[in-house]
């Protein structure tokens, strides 16, 4: 029953800190919590998972594309190839999108 009742604190938590929408340049000592409970979080998925390290980074957006570049970046970084730092971006993007109304 304990570790239910820390679950459900840890995803009440984790819903506060979405809807609260924690800004992204907040002071580091008025975050401390949330940085917490993301580190535990982090290493969970990375236990559940078996990989060596996870993102709560959004796979969508701008924020998506960003830490997409991100990851690309420290690969070819750990490959020993960090002038790879070029990155072709279309003008425009492919497919079809909705229009705001």
Known sequence: M???????DRDAA???????GLHPFAPAEQTKGYRALFASLEAMLGEITALPAVSLQPNA??????????????YHESR?????NVCLIRARPTGRTRRAP
Do not use: C, F, K, T
């Not at 304990?2 to 459900?8: F, G, K, L, T, V």
């Not at 594309?65 to 420290?74: F, M, N």
């Open 61 to 74: 957006g701008s924020q998506g594309e960003y830490s997409g570049l991100l990851v690309i970046r420290a």
């Open 14 to 20: 984790a819903g506060l800190a979405r809807d609260l």
């Open 2 to 8: 304990h570790d239910e009742a820390q679950r459900n």
């Open 80 to 84: 020993g190839e960090p002038h790879r």
